[in-house]
């Protein structure tokens, strides 16, 4: 069980978390370089835009970040420059999962992390990792709790 960590406020994260998750897209929660030269374990980059599939990964299709309708792109676009084992996960919440999973249908090799805050580490079927706890709801820090229980990339 591999337990991480992900927030706007990159300082509220414990300096060793086995892995930790931030912005790195120019965007209003981007993580300075500071941040990423602070934590020790594995670190993974998050896009909300959509316009930084050079550099990160991971691809948040929350509400107020990325929209939907640009997934495929984004995904297409990493398996381009790093080809068909680039890492491409998206996040998302339970109740947009469906639609997302439509968006990006015939692209192979798409992950999943999904914000399902019950305050329990939990697997979902068909995805990676789950966004189980965050402030106010069993986190006790300001930060988000990830389990991660699946393969990011293959």
């Not at 941040?35 to 980059?45: L, S």
């Not at 491409?88 to 015939?106: F, H, K, Q």
Request: aromatic letters at 14%; hydrophobic letters at 35%; glycine letters at 12%.
């Amino acid at each position: 069980m591999s337990i991480g960590y992900d927030s706007v406020s990159w300082e509220a994260i414990p300096q060793h978390a086995e892995f930790v998750l931030g912005y790195d897209d120019d965007g209003d929660y981007s993580w300075p370089q500071e941040a990423w030269d602070y934590f020790t374990g594995t670190k993974y980059r998050i896009d909300s835009t959509g316009a930084r599939a050079d550099q990160c990964g991971f691809l948040d299709v929350e509400t107020g970040a990325a929209h939907i309708g640009i997934a495929r792109q984004w995904c297409e676009s990493r398996i381009k420059l790093y080809g068909p084992r680039a890492r491409r996960v998206l996040y998302c919440n339970m109740s947009t999962w469906p639609a997302l999973e439509d968006a990006v249908r015939g692209v192979s090799g798409v992950k999943y992390w999904i914000a399902n805050p019950t305050g329990h580490a939990h697997r979902i079927p068909g995805a990676v990792m789950t966004q189980y706890a965050w402030p106010g709801y069993g986190s006790p820090g300001n930060y988000d709790m990830n389990y991660l229980y699946g393969k990011l990339v293959g």
